[in-house]
């Protein structure tokens, strides 16, 4: 089982992304996990045609002990099993609180033993990388862990931050940073600002994707891009960096 975090900035495109790359390893037959954690709970509302599902902590809140993993998973588009994390009320609680219990509920109605996915991923805000937002990088939960950004100055911070907790945690055991993926805003020097990001991180830039209107396009109609254009550049741009992602860690024979 490969177990990827996804951070980025709010905005940066993260979800999208991820929803995609989940899209195409689901076309080469792998069995897919997506995981948001993200308050606004919208990580996977592209492989449920725009439909939000329930989450892990409300239904918490509302049956605590007879939560139940049918309860807080769907499948999505290609199979991919869905799960998003959820946040309190705005303005009470501590966000990344939603994070933790849905890690914990997971692994306790045994999540990844009924599935068996080949791949999770961890579709995490990367605004404020506090205890809540560190748990996938920090929890044992991921292996290696991707940064999305793009050449905008707030992206580039935010990666700055993310790349620096990875690496606080490096000692530890935890996981460690896979690379960069630069997701164009079309901003002036956005290669080299991120280059230099991936450079002062001791990392790569692992795969670039265009900025296209079919993502709006396929967003509109509430799916990913692989499903809305399968035949499409951008489609092939997030099968390219699906297969790079499976290479960086280790499971090139799946490209």
């Known amino acids: ?31 897919v996990m997506q995981i948001g954690c993200d308050p606004k709970a919208d990580s996977t509302i592209l492989l449920r045609h725009g439909k939000k599902i329930s989450t892990v902590l409300d239904l918490y809140n509302e049956k605590r002990q007879d939560l139940k993993l049918e309860d807080i998973t769907t499948t999505g588009y290609g199979g991919v099993v869905c799960v998003e994390a959820g946040g309190p009320t705005p303005g009470l609680g501590c966000a990344g609180r939603g994070i933790i219990t849905a890690l ?4 306790e109605t045994g999540a990844y033993e009924s599935y068996k996915p080949d791949i999770v991923f961890y579709d995490v805000l990367g605004d404020v990388v506090c205890g809540g937002f560190s748990m996938p990088m920090r929890g044992g939960y991921a292996d290696k862990v991707f940064i999305i950004t793009s050449g905008e100055n707030m992206a580039i911070h935010a990666g700055a931050n993310i790349a620096m907790a990875v690496e606080n ?6 996981a460690t940073l896979g690379g960069i993926i630069l997701n164009r805003r079309n901003v002036p020097r956005e290669e080299e600002k991120v280059q230099e990001l991936a450079e002062d991180f001791h990392t790569d830039i692992v795969g670039t994707l265009s900025r296209s209107a079919l993502v709006l396009e396929a967003e509109e109609q509430g799916k990913t891009v692989l499903e809305a254009f399968p035949d499409s550049e951008m489609a092939r741009e997030y099968r ?3 297969a790079q992602i499976l290479k960086v860690c280790g499971e090139d024979t799946l490209c």
């Open 169 to 174: 945690f490096r000692n530890r055991g935890y």
């Open 240 to 242: 390219t960096l699906a």
């Open 104 to 107: 914990e509920k997971l692994q």
């Open 1 to 31: 089982m490969i177990r990827i975090a996804v951070y980025g900035k709010g905005g940066i495109g993260k979800s999208t992304t991820v929803s995609n790359m989940a899209a195409a390893l689901a076309e080469k037959g792998m069995k």
